[in-house]
């Protein structure tokens, strides 16, 4: 016990989210031990100012301080003296006056945003947090509306980030979350799955997994009988409210995308990665050449909107697209690939929007009009 005391408490209160505890626990025990000498006439509880009962809990005040403080505090809702004073014994923790204002000060030293506000009395709230309150809006609006995070996980991690503010704005959080019918996924190891392909990025490693398709009646039907995939991770990208996982293929120089909530059983192998020039790489446009994650022969076109339709082709194509006018219209040329996919987002725009080549596309387009026409008439 004479090492504890003598530890060096001030560089675990700087270097760990645990300091706090270990400083006052160090502080508190300093104390005991100096109080208790023989040459010192007087109790421990004397030189505390007060005669309060000791508890188990009774070292880990002000820890418990901090705690009521974050869940109970923010700028619309303050606790007084007597107040955190009460809120203390509900945890079996004794404390007077003097003692709270001391820890108050302990915490604000250790960068606890504490602010005391003056009105008919004294009350103190935790000013500003690791997240705001508009940021964690944000952050629950993302998670309820993905469409891969299924709705059990979407309660656990919403509870999760409830947590990061006050109980009183945790509510507002809860109340937000207006989207509950939205379709969601059904694969609850996504998260592990995604977990380990980061892993396998990190470290340069291949990764094995099952990929699979629902049937009708929701049931997996595994493809290639349920054997296993063994690829390269290169990257993660979220695609038209889809998460996809971008993989290399050494044998035919190209990239081939899985849809992550479709994988199961990820898992790191020992294997090294296949070799993938990262530099040349860019996921931004390479996700610009691809219709939903689908793939295809990529091919340059010349296509022509209606000049109403510019939000949604620099929507598709980006910011930086060339627009060239053409009387009420204007052209681009890009990059597309030769796909249903494609096709299917140009017909969208019905006559709004045309393929000028190249002659393949064309084609293409004028069979999938042929086979609906015979579809429908």
Known sequence: MNYIAKMDTQS?????PYGCMIYLCCQQHKRSLTHSSPQHKHSTAQIRGDNMPTSPNQKKKALYLMKILMDRTDEEHTLTIQELIAALAEYGVAAERKSIYSDLELLRNY????????????????????????????LVDAVQSSRFITHKKSSELINKLSSLTSNHQAKQLKRQVLTASRPKAINESVY???????????TGKQISFRYFDYDIGKTRIYRRNGELYYQTPVALCWNDDKYYLICYSGKYDSFVHYRVDRMDGVSVCQARAEKVDKKSFNIS???????????????RAKLLFDKSLVNAVLDRFGADTRLYKNGDCFEINVEVPESLVFLSWIAQ?????????????????????????????
Request: hydrophobic share 40%; charged share 25%.
């Open 12 to 16: 675990f209160l700087l270097d760990s």
């Open 111 to 138: 960068g606890l945003d504490i602010v005391m506000r003056q009105e008919k009395t004294c009350s103190y709230f935790v000013a500003s947090r690791q997240f705001e309150i508009p940021e964690l809006k944000l």
């Open 192 to 202: 592990y799955s995604i977990d380990a392909i980061h892993t396998a990025i990190n």
């Open 349 to 377: 725009f019905g006559g709004k929007a045309e393929i000028i080549s190249p002659e393949s596309l064309r084609k293409a387009m004028r069979e999938l009009i042929d086979e609906l026409n015979q579809k429908y008439y």
């Open 285 to 299: 446009e390479h996700i610009k050449h691809v219709f939903g994650m689908y793939g295809g022969k990529v091919v």
